[in-house]
């Protein structure tokens, strides 16, 4: 399929344009988006800190060839990867053997998300998304593959509504949905810098990070406007320096700061020594970093403030694209080292 240009011109028409349907009008039922395995709900099983420095590299996985980019829990309970080498890897929850490899994509395959309906999303390299449906534990059918944007596509995110977001190194981000085999765009929003990022923050309402020197953007999801936006903001690449925490306060990893947002306010901002490339939200509300060196750090956010616990060194001396917590006591990593890591707490 072709992508549309200069979209916005057609937002006040509904029309079919190379099969492609936009529409302007949107009146969809509220999907409820299930949670993955590794939301914990039970208050008494939270633990108070991950102890890092005396966590064990449990498992180690050389199974991909280039760079980790995506570690997620299925949920079915299976972790899935993917990689520079134009790779997804499902492996087998009792052992993490490989289980199922979907391989040969057609470029890098930087983030993966299952949605709603349980398909796989996988955000390509070459401006592409490939949607793949689990058909059994071994086995996957690959329903479609689009070109939605023109260069890296860096994230996809399932919005509440149940349409998808994707934002692209092309400066854009795209509103969308694959239905019925057929792919509507519903948005386009421009962006003055390529994009590394994005977050559902609100209702009807995104956040986007840039990669290089630019500006943290709020947009409205229907209106293609920018509500807010914090400038002066320095990020990397990655598509994994964006979270919003246990007590709604947004965190962004970048170059030379983590910077913390509260109301499209910048509440405060921590200066580190090595870049942030990826973060994640613990279930028990601390934030773990992972850094250009190999380290990752644990930090403790209390009245908007982002106070240090503890670092250690995990990977060799290559940045950490990614960072996820499988269960309680278990973490996983991803590296340039092209190592996938659990630690156990």
Same mark, same amino acid.
Request: glycine content about 4%; some cysteine; charged content about 25%.
């Given at each position: 399929?072709?992508?549309?240009?200069?979209?916005?011109?057609?937002?006040?028409?509904?029309?079919?344009? @190379?099969?492609? /349907?936009?529409?302007? !009008?949107?009146?969809?039922?509220?999907?409820?988006?299930?949670?993955?395995?590794?939301?914990?709900?039970?208050?008494?099983?939270?633990?108070?800190?991950?102890?890092?420095?005396?966590? @064990?590299?449990?498992?180690?996985?050389?199974?991909?060839?280039?760079?980790?980019?995506?570690?997620?829990?299925?949920?079915?309970?299976?972790?899935?990867?993917?990689?520079?080498?134009?790779?997804?890897? %499902? $492996?087998?929850? +009792?052992?993490?053997?490989?289980?199922?490899?979907?391989?040969?994509?057609?470029?890098?395959?930087?983030?993966?998300?299952?949605?709603?309906?349980?398909?796989?999303?996988? &955000?390509?390299?070459?401006?592409?998304?490939? %949607?793949?449906?689990?058909?059994?534990?071994?086995?996957?059918?690959?329903?479609?593959?689009?070109?939605?944007?023109?260069? /890296?596509?860096?994230?996809?995110?399932?919005?509440?509504?149940? /349409?998808?977001?994707? =934002?692209?190194?092309?400066?854009?981000?795209?509103?969308?949905?694959?239905?019925?085999?057929?792919?509507?765009?519903?948005?386009?929003?421009?962006?003055?810098?390529?994009?590394?990022?994005?977050?559902?923050?609100?209702?009807?309402?995104?956040?986007?990070?840039? !990669?290089?020197?630019? &500006?943290?953007?709020?947009?409205?999801?229907?209106?293609?406007?920018?509500?807010?936006?914090?400038?002066?903001?320095?990020?990397?690449?990655?598509?994994?320096?964006?979270?919003? &925490?246990?007590?709604?306060?947004?965190?962004?990893?970048?170059?030379? $700061?983590? $910077?913390?947002?509260?109301?499209?306010?910048?509440?405060?901002?921590?200066?580190?020594?090595?870049? =942030? $490339?990826?973060?994640?939200?613990?279930?028990?509300?601390?934030?773990?970093?992972?850094?250009?060196?190999?380290? +990752?750090?644990?930090?403790?956010?209390?009245?908007? !403030?982002?106070?240090?616990?503890?670092?250690?060194?995990?990977?060799?001396?290559?940045? %950490? /694209?990614?960072?996820?917590?499988?269960?309680?006591?278990?973490?996983?990593?991803?590296?340039?080292?092209?190592?996938?890591?659990?630690?156990?707490?």
């Amino acid at each position: 399929m072709k992508k549309v240009k200069n979209l916005y011109h057609f937002m006040k028409e509904n029309k079919n344009i @190379n099969g492609i /349907r936009v529409e302007n !009008e949107i009146n969809l039922n509220e999907k409820e988006i299930n949670e993955n395995n590794n939301n914990i709900n039970n208050q008494n099983d939270k633990i108070k800190k991950f102890n890092i420095l005396n966590s @064990n590299i449990s498992n180690t996985f050389n199974f991909h060839s280039d760079y980790i980019n995506q570690i997620i829990l299925l949920k079915d309970g299976r972790i899935a990867s993917s990689s520079n080498d134009k790779s997804i890897i %499902i $492996y087998n929850k +009792i052992n993490y053997s490989i289980q199922l490899q979907i391989k040969n994509l057609d470029d890098c395959v930087y983030n993966i998300i299952q949605g709603s309906n349980d398909n796989i999303y996988a &955000s390509i390299g070459n401006g592409t998304i490939s %949607i793949f449906k689990l058909t059994s534990l071994t086995t996957y059918e690959k329903i479609q593959t689009f070109k939605i944007h023109n260069d /890296r596509v860096r994230k996809i995110i399932e919005l509440k509504d149940g /349409r998808f977001a994707s =934002c692209s190194k092309d400066k854009t981000i795209q509103i969308w949905e694959f239905n019925n085999n057929e792919l509507i765009i519903y948005h386009i929003f421009n962006q003055d810098n390529s994009i590394s990022c994005i977050l559902e923050s609100n209702e009807n309402e995104i956040i986007s990070t840039p !990669e290089g020197n630019g &500006s943290i953007n709020f947009w409205n999801i229907n209106e293609s406007l920018i509500i807010s936006k914090i400038s002066k903001i320095e990020c990397n690449w990655s598509w994994n320096n964006l979270k919003k &925490s246990l007590n709604d306060i947004i965190i962004v990893g970048g170059i030379k $700061y983590i $910077y913390l947002i509260n109301n499209y306010d910048l509440i405060n901002k921590i200066e580190i020594k090595n870049d =942030c $490339y990826s973060l994640y939200c613990l279930n028990n509300g601390n934030i773990l970093t992972g850094h250009g060196n190999g380290y +990752i750090k644990q930090w403790n956010l209390d009245n908007n !403030e982002l106070k240090f616990i503890e670092e250690k060194k995990v990977h060799d001396n290559y940045a %950490i /694209r990614v960072i996820s917590q499988l269960k309680n006591d278990l973490i996983s990593s991803g590296s340039e080292d092209k190592k996938f890591k659990i630690h156990k707490a």
